[in-house]
């Protein structure tokens, strides 16, 4: 059974830091590509961040490149998101995705086959 638990989110001043890991469970996690999305309150849910199971090609929102970085321990069966110089618009709750076995189409929310709970990142003005 496949398993994503979203951890590290909180409540941040405006230009600092947080760390989300998406701790993995029930597949080969070295075979998935793997991202990050959020979610605003009343707003669609939006994509944030993708790593392939390569390691390679990564992708980011325009809203968050140069702020944000993902990265992916396989030896930890974990994903990462890096978010520095934290904005206000950067709150929402923070969803890991996984995109299936070798995945190497594209990165929109229809392509995920497993999300997390999700985690709460609230930025301060």
């Known amino acids: 059974q496949v398993q994503l638990v979203e951890s590290g989110g909180g409540l941040v001043r405006t230009g600092g830091s947080l760390r989300l890991s998406c701790a993995t469970s029930?597949?080969?996690?070295?075979?998935?590509?793997m991202g990050w999305f959020r979610q605003a309150p009343g707003k669609k849910r939006e994509f944030v961040s993708v790593?392939?199971?390569?390691?390679?090609?990564?992708y980011y929102a325009d809203s968050v490149q140069g702020r944000f970085t993902i990265t992916k321990d396989d030896a930890k069966n974990t994903v990462y998101l890096q978010m520095n110089n934290l904005k206000p618009e950067d709150t929402a709750v923070y969803y890991c995705?996984?995109?299936?076995?070798?995945?190497?189409?594209?990165?929109?929310?229809?392509?995920?086959?497993?999300w997390g709970q999700g985690t709460q990142v609230t930025v301060s003005s």
């Open positions: 995705a996984s995109y299936g076995e070798l995945w190497a189409g594209a990165y929109s929310s229809e392509k995920v086959d497993d």
């Open positions: 029930g597949f080969t996690f070295s075979s998935y590509t």
């Open positions: 790593i392939y199971w390569t390691g390679e090609p990564i």
